[in-house]
């Protein structure tokens, strides 16, 4: 039998479930009403199609809606949102131009950057600047330096049967042994008062024992203009600037010359 919509009382074909003019349900008929409320007003879909948009069932021509599940036969189909617009990455960030540095303000050559001063990097664009950014000149080599020339001690002058003068420095301890004055000939070793010997040149306190000195060891002398050294036959040896003397062969002797008894270094000095 024919269905009143519970909404609109207009009436409705059997087994609808929804009401073709306002698109109410019909699931059950409604209780009549004395003064129903009116129902905002519905533009009236314009039927472009037969058969329902959303659940497909078959509909009657010139029905707004549809009977199996009330959507509106006129309405368009959903609108599909459109995707959005890819958002560009940001530019990278576009250094400012540098200020125009001051008169006699360092400057990077690379950049024209303001420079710290006694930079060797430039803060902007990290260019090697200053001392470090032109090489070296090159270097004019300096001629070396002479040593100025040695000039000997003079030889003293001695006359005939003339004194020796001079004195000995002990190496180590620069102890300083003077020749005694007047004497034209001086022995050099240890004392030793069993046998008499007191040399003029006693080595004894001077590391002679342990140093290997004899008792007579050597004798200095003059001869002519020259002062000589001349090695007693020791047990050790006497040397010259570390040449060994030949014994009984006078060797000269001259002011700075070093001298070793034995063991026992020593300094020659003609004043």
Aim: proline share 16%; hydrophobic share 35%.
């Amino acid at each position: 039998m024919p269905i009143l919509c519970p909404n609109c009382s207009s009436q409705q074909p059997d087994g609808a479930a929804f009401c073709d003019n306002c698109g109410a349900a019909l699931g059950g008929i409604a209780p009549p009403i004395s003064a129903p409320a009116a129902a905002p007003a519905q533009p009236t879909p314009t039927a472009i199609a037969t058969t329902c948009p959303v659940c497909g069932a078959t509909a009657t021509p010139g029905e707004a809606f549809c009977d199996n599940c009330g959507a509106a036969l006129g309405q368009a189909a959903p609108v599909s949102l459109p995707q959005a617009a890819a958002v560009p990455a940001p530019s990278p960030p576009v250094a400012a131009a540098p200020t125009p540095a001051a008169p006699g303000v360092p400057v990077c050559p690379s950049c024209g950057a303001q420079l710290e001063p006694g930079s060797n990097f430039c803060d902007m664009c990290g260019a090697l600047v200053g001392a470090a950014a032109s090489p070296a000149p090159p270097l004019t080599p300096t001629p070396p330096v002479q040593p100025p020339p040695v000039v000997p001690a003079p030889t003293p002058v001695y006359p005939a049967g003339a004194a020796v003068q001079g004195r000995l420095i002990v190496q180590g301890t620069n102890a300083t042994l003077p020749f005694p004055p007047g004497r034209t000939e001086i022995i050099v070793g240890r004392e030793d008062p069993v046998s008499g010997l007191f040399p003029e040149i006693d080595l004894t306190d001077h590391g002679g024992d342990e140093g290997g000195v004899s008792r007579k060891h050597a004798r200095i002398f003059v001869q002519g203009a020259q002062i000589f050294i001349e090695d007693l036959n020791s047990t050790n040896y006497t040397y010259v600037n570390q040449q060994r003397l030949t014994p009984a062969q006078p060797h000269p002797l001259n002011s700075g010359d070093e001298v070793r008894f034995g063991r026992v270094k020593l300094n020659f000095y003609s004043a």
